[in-house]
Nanobody, 124 residues
Framework: QVQLVESGGGFVQAGNSLRLSCAASGRSFANNGMGWFRQVPGKEREFVAGISWNGDDTMYADSVKGRFTISRDNAKNTVYLQMNSLKPGDTAVYRC?????????????????WGRGTQVTVSS
């Protein structure tokens, strides 16, 4: 059974950093594009960052560009999201997802496998 498990969330003050991890099990995702999304109750799921199968291509939402960095370690079947200069507006449940293609995708419906998420709360 395919599983994506996120970790690294928490409660931090604005300006601080967090590093999220997404560990995959059940099969290798080394050939798949991966992404991070976030969701706040009552709002649509929002694309945060995406990365191609080999890490050569990345994309970011404008709201996080320059502050967040997505990376991956295919040997560990793990994707990371380094979040710096956090703002209260970054508060959300962060979920990682895997596509069936090798490139970067930005629409939630294009992703096939999802983790359950990790809560990030940023206080002012």
């Amino acid at each position: 059974q395919v599983q994506l498990v996120e970790s690294g969330g928490g409660f931090v003050q604005a300006g601080n950093s967090l590093r999220l991890s997404c560990a995959a099990s059940g099969r290798s995702f080394a050939n798949n594009g991966m992404g991070w999304f976030r969701q706040v109750p009552g709002k649509e799921r929002e694309f945060v960052a995406g990365i191609s199968w080999n890490g050569d291509d990345t994309m970011y939402a404008d709201s996080v560009k320059g502050r967040f960095t997505i990376s991956r370690d295919n040997a560990k079947n793990t994707v990371y999201l380094q979040m710096n200069s956090l703002k209260p507006g970054d508060t959300a449940v962060y979920r990682c997802a895997a596509t069936s293609v090798s490139g970067v995708l930005i629409q939630a419906w294009q992703y096939d496998d999802w983790g359950r998420g990790t809560q990030v709360t940023v206080s002012s």
